[in-house]
């Protein structure tokens, strides 16, 4: 059964290419916002299906990517503390902060530990009482509701030696400080189906309102990016942006207002630095003044570094906004390969030079 799916997938997949080579507009430039899509696009081979006149480009979708070295720095200050134990998801692990990283800090004999779950590091601070256990809390809508409950179980179980360190993120308002800026004059985004499934379609009536960029969320399997590739083709070729959803088994109009309702008792908006975009008012979670005790932050006065700087030769920043491809970069599979990462987007999972070094870009 699973080799007849398969077939009919291909076979669904040729016949929307076709359909897509029929209606492409002139040119058309499509930002992937969601790091899950940028590794099924290369993973697929989609951008080898689509007419040359439909661009696709990745954007600021890789949590770990577009955490700036000021806040890894600022994490990577309490490795030198014989009391503490530093938690975090594995993506984080080799990321190269300006002096060192998670890895090279547990190889000079700190206490760090990957976890598949925010409650793992509360379990952590139950077992070691005499320890600080410190998560960092990186992440968008996604990932925010997790923390947020581990949070709420050490505060009602009165585990006092648990806290995180907040780098998390919402992603609409980047979408519109991208749309802002000079970058590339993007025609379409394909839209996060993880997020979304959290903050609902309604959430990108501003963008598309606001700026005539026609949306589409999307799932990950082939099938549905070139459904979303297409939906976005015809918007462009009827002179449309309206927010469309192919990812309807998961994403609803108004998302998952539980999961938003408990992230609001715990978080409130702030502004947040995003690695080669800046800072963008609203965008980051800080946790709030009831949850102070659990605020790694404010817990141990942790000040943002001042001499935190970008690796040499890096243009993660400039990928995150879509202005450049991997190939681009000078260093792009020469002195920054998967085994050697220098910058963030060659590091992470979902980051896009891992992606276009692990399956090629054209």
């Not at 890894?72 to 190269?96: E, H, T």
């Not at 700026?211 to 297409?230: H, K, R, T």
Request: with cysteine.
């Amino acid at each position: 059964m699973k080799h007849i799916d398969e077939y009919r997938d291909a076979e669904r997949v040729r016949e929307l290419a076709q359909a897509i080579l029929e209606i492409a507009p002139a040119t058309m430039t499509i930002m992937e916002v969601c790091g899950t899509h940028t590794m099924a696009i290369g993973r697929f081979g989609i951008r080898q299906l689509l007419p040359p006149e439909i661009r696709l480009i990745s954007g600021p979708g890789c949590p770990v990517c577009v955490t700036p070295q000021s806040d890894i720095d600022a994490f990577l200050s309490l490795a030198g503390r014989p009391d503490f134990i530093l938690s975090s998801f594995g993506d984080m692990l080799r990321v190269p902060g300006t002096h060192s990283s998670l890895e090279s800090e547990r190889t000079n004999g700190a206490d760090v530990r990957v976890v598949y779950s925010p409650l793992d590091a509360v379990e952590f601070a139950r077992r070691c009482p005499d320890k600080q256990v410190v998560f960092f809390g990186v992440g968008f809508e996604t990932t925010t509701p997790a923390v947020t409950i581990a949070l709420r179980a050490a505060r009602e179980e009165n585990v006092q030696n648990f806290s995180v360190y907040s780098a998390h993120k919402t992603v609409p308002g980047a979408l519109v400080a991208l749309l802002s800026d000079d970058g590339p004059r993007v025609r379409g985004f394909l839209l996060p189906g993880h997020v979304s499934a959290i903050i609902g379609g309604n959430a990108y009536l501003p963008i598309a309102r606001d700026f005539g960029v026609a949306c589409v969320i999307s799932g990950f399997e082939p099938v549905d990016i070139m459904q979303s590739v297409l939906l976005l083709a015809r918007q462009a070729r009827d002179g449309r942006s309206e927010v469309e959803n192919q990812y309807k088994r998961i994403v609803t109009s108004d998302g998952n207002r539980e999961a938003r309702r408990i992230v609001d008792e715990v978080f409130e908006p702030c502004d947040a630095d995003w690695r080669g975009i800046g800072t963008i008012p609203g965008t980051g979670l800080r946790i709030r003044d009831t949850y102070a005790a659990y605020d790694a932050r404010e817990k141990f006065n942790i000040a943002s570094p001042t001499d935190s700087i970008e690796p040499n030769g890096c243009l993660c920043g400039e990928m995150l906004k879509g202005r450049l491809a991997p190939s681009d970069c000078p260093l792009f599979g020469a002195a920054c390969t998967p085994s050697h990462p220098i910058g963030p987007c060659m590091v992470s999972s979902e980051g896009t030079c891992a992606a276009w070094h692990r399956y090629g870009g054209y």
